[in-house]
T-cell receptor, first 112, second 112 residues
Framework: QQQVKQSPQSLIVQKGGISIINCAYE??????FPWYQQFPGKGPALLIA?????SEKKEGRFTISFNKSAKQFSLHIMDSQPGDSATYFC???????????FGKGTRLSVIA | NAGVTQTPKFQVLKTGQSMTLQCAQD?????MSWYRQDPGMGLRLIHY???????DQGEVPNGYNVSRSTTEDFPLRLLSAAPSQTSVYFC???????????FGEGSRLTVL
């Protein structure tokens, strides 16, 4: 039973373009939505996170957009660079010790 | 700063053998967890612990045991390895709840 659905599975973007990855969730109790970035041969690392009391959070070229009524959130990477090529995972949890539930991941390739 | 250390990085087992994947963190995190990563399946939770002496099952616990005798260590034991357990295993810890995970670099296990 997958509680967080992520799309697309893979994405190819031109250098300088905008990368968009989408996630949808079912559990309305979720109140923390992080994104993780994973480079080949490495463990995932926290990239950016949002709580449902705001509709958008921006950190540098990375922005999370959150739509509580639609139960969807997305990651936007502006001015995408080859160094952004990685696998991105969205996740969700209820604050506290409830384990994170991950989406299945999106492999992003940024080509020059 | 060591962070989360996993050993071994690579291991090949024969069906039926047992082994232990080691995980140690030096950040005094209470929450620790084990995930497995398989192509197209994302990160699936095996077991987690909210503190020394406390463990609980995740999404895919069968065939694995854990214990948490100290805050620092959270070993994962494979009781009788099966080819279906061929995967990359990640240990992760968090300073507060389950959301802000710090991952190790992974242990790649092949079961023949």
């Amino acid at each position: 039973q997958q509680q967080v659905k992520q799309s697309p599975q893979s994405l190819i973007v031109q250098k300088g373009g905008i990368s968009i990855i989408n996630c949808a969730y079912e559990n309305t109790a979720f109140d923390y939505f992080p994104w993780y970035q994973q480079f080949p041969g490495k463990g995932p690392a926290l990239l950016i996170a949002i709580r449902p009391d705001v509709s958008e959070k921006k950190e540098g070229r990375f922005t999370i957009s959150f739509n509580k009524s639609a139960k969807q959130f997305s990651l936007h990477i502006m001015d995408s660079q080859p160094g952004d090529s990685a696998t991105y995972f969205c996740a969700a949890t209820v604050s506290g010790n409830t384990p994170l539930v991950f989406g299945k991941g999106t492999r992003l390739s940024v080509i020059a | 700063n060591a962070g989360v250390t996993q050993t071994p990085k690579f291991q090949v087992l024969k069906t039926g053998q047992s082994m232990t994947l080691q995980c140690a963190q030096d950040m005094n995190h209470e929450y620790m967890s084990w995930y497995r990563q398989d192509p197209g399946m994302g990160l699936r939770l095996i077991h987690y612990s909210v503190g020394a002496g406390i463990t609980d099952q995740g999404e895919v616990p069968n065939g694995y045991n854990v214990s948490r005798s100290t805050t620092e260590d959270f070993p994962l034991r494979l009781l009788s390895a099966a080819p279906s357990q061929t995967s990359v295993y990640f240990c992760a810890s968090s300073p507060s709840g389950a959301g802000k995970l710090f991952f190790g670099e992974g242990s790649r296990l092949t079961v023949l």
